[in-house]
């Protein structure tokens, strides 16, 4: 793993945990964290500070878990002499690591030039003020063009993605056609989704401790008896999913708001602090996406790692945290998808919700 240093603003300490895993995943090893007051930038202090430490203990890369600004990011790595990612960088390259389709590399690049063009435009403006030369490049008419190609290869990358989600609408609109009900599981990164979609669906899909296994909807339609169900897997949430990663996984995200109904997943063995801030997390991005009516049942899963004694306490609280967002449905489904226990009863819940008119009645039920 290559050691990197880590800088957070003060807003998003309460996120360390996940910063640090996601870096982890990437295949970074922090070995130092600083803190500062703001949110999109680096004061001159910290950068030579950060600078100086970067010398002598042989880091690699510097991570920003924020939304950096490129004048920063370009003094730091002018300063430090390596090399300077933000968080959304940081979750694009998680993002490569398990893209295995082509839209998803298609929608990792788009995101990545989306990202990337902010940066080129900063390198643009020093170069014109005579600060470049020697530094990223040979000089500005290099730069112009590399800005020239990056915003024609986006141009094109939007076409052949909305290409794709054309085909991705024309397949769902058949199998709706043929009167399949959809429906989506949803929830935090690593929460268990994939492994419920194998239970739920027979399949092997590969599952893991990473973040972001998961980049492709996977479908599979099941015959439970009272009809066809196509269960989707879909891309895990995290806290304020960066815009350029909403942009670029809408074909992805979409098929969370065409469902009839969503799954959403949660790991009830974690902290009730965290379990709160990602049921926040996911109805924020569910919101942002255009889920608006979507039936959602939450299912409680891993509850074969709770002590004995503590299931429902937990339950009764997770129950009062779901139930503050109109779309849920009442109580929560204790599951584990490693064991299978509890997925019978949720897929009755299921049933249940779908035999009622899942998305159609919902709308007009709420």
Partial sequence: MEKAFMIIPRGMVSHLDEALALSETAGYRVSRVWKTRHPRRIGKGL??????????????????????????????MKRAGVRVIDRV????????????????????????????IPMVREMIRRSKMGELPGFLGPGGYAIDSYY??????LARLRRELEDLRRLRRERFKGRSREGFRHVAIVGYASAGKTSLFNRLTG???PVGPEYFTTLHPKHKAVDRGWGRIVFVDTVGFIRDLPPEVVEAFYSTLEEIVRADAAIFV???SEPLSYIEDRITAGMETLGRIGAHGLPIIVAAN??????????????SRISLIAGRYPNTTPGVVPISALTGEGVEELVERVIGVLSDGGRRAWRVIR
């Fill in 302 to 315: 891993k509850i074969d790692l709770l002590p004995p004694g503590e299931l429902e306490s937990r339950l």
């Fill in 148 to 153: 020239r190609h990056l915003t024609r290869r």
């Fill in 266 to 268: 949660i790991d009830v």
């Fill in 89 to 116: 960088m940081l979750i694009l390259e998680i993002f490569a690591k398990h893209a295995g389709s082509r839209e998803a590399k298609l929608q990792i690049e788009m995101a990545r030039i989306s990202h990337e």
């Fill in 203 to 205: 399949e092997d899909k």
């Fill in 47 to 76: 950068i030579e500070e950060v600078a100086r430490s970067v010398e002598g203990d042989g880091v690699e890369v510097v991570i920003f878990y924020g939304d950096l600004q490129p004048s920063s990011r370009f003094n730091l």
